[in-house]
């Protein structure tokens, strides 16, 4: 059973959002062709959503004298200071609006908790918490995550990480996602990283060609 992972598909990481990521508008028509392949070849979609209080810790706003972009530290753990972004309700929180979200059949919400930031679908940056997604991709017999979205040097190799140490195969499709790059060259690095620990690395026209469309 194959399952699609759609990481953080939200207005504020698109450009002219928050927390904007370079060409993160390219992402959404790449995970539409892969979402017309459900039911051929991919049979479950998940999308993740960070979904944050206003008063979340990783938020540079919330950290008296913290400067967007630099590295400050949340209840014992390294953290970045990010703008404020995908505020629980808002539109930046939203889906982009042209994704084909009615072919997903389960969201994922994470960053709930104020205390602890949440890169990954599967758990906290800390690990003290799961999101549930494991134990709900298991139960459908999932075995093979193809993931892609935003952004490549956080969200999404957090998740394919994560993935990876819980026994699924997992691919990685490169044009689906973009990276923040918040220092040059921290995409490339999170590529070779998610395939140093075992994650295929593909493009969404090599994966059709694999899926038969
Ligand atoms: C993300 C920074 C903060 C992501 C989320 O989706 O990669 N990055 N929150
Ligand atoms: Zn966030």
């Known amino acids: 059973m194959r399952a699609l992972i759609l990481v953080d598909l939200q207005n504020d990481f698109l450009p002219g959002g928050a927390l904007a990521v370079p060409k993160g508008d390219e992402t959404i028509a790449v995970a539409n062709r892969l979402l017309g392949q459900k039911g051929r070849g991919i049979d479950l979609v998940v999308a993740t959503q960070d979904f944050h209080p206003k008063d979340h810790g990783s938020f540079a706003s919330n950290n008296p004298g913290a400067k967007v972009g630099t590295m400050g530290s949340l209840a014992g753990l390294e953290q970045?200071?990010?703008?404020?972004?995908?505020?629980?309700?808002?539109?930046?929180?939203?889906?982009?609006?042209?994704?084909?979200?009615?072919?997903?059949?389960?969201?994922?919400?994470?960053?709930?908790?104020?205390?602890?930031?949440?890169?990954?679908?599967?758990?906290?940056?800390?690990?003290?918490?799961?999101?549930?997604?494991?134990?709900?991709?298991?139960?459908?017999?999932?075995?093979?995550?193809?993931?892609?979205?935003?952004?490549?040097?956080?969200?999404?190799?957090?998740?394919?990480?994560?993935?990876?140490?819980?026994?699924?195969?997992?691919?990685?499709?490169?044009?689906?996602?973009?990276?923040?790059?918040?220092?040059?060259?921290?995409?490339?690095?999170?590529?070779?990283?998610?395939?140093?620990?075992?994650a295929t690395i593909t493009t969404s026209a090599d994966l059709l060609k694999k899926l038969g469309a």
């Open 80 to 198: 970045v200071m990010w703008p404020d972004h995908c505020v629980a309700g808002s539109a930046g929180a939203d889906f982009a609006g042209a994704l084909a979200i009615n072919k997903v059949d389960r969201v994922i919400k994470k960053g709930m908790d104020k205390q602890i930031d949440s890169y990954s679908a599967f758990y906290d940056n800390g690990k003290r918490k799961a999101t549930g997604l494991a134990e709900f991709l298991k139960e459908r017999k999932a075995d093979e995550l193809i993931i892609l979205g935003l952004a490549t040097d956080y969200c999404v190799k957090f998740t394919v990480m994560d993935a990876l140490s819980e026994g699924f195969k997992v691919t990685f499709v490169e044009d689906g996602s973009r990276a923040v790059n918040l220092n040059a060259g921290d995409g490339d690095k999170a590529i070779k990283e998610m395939k140093a620990a075992g």
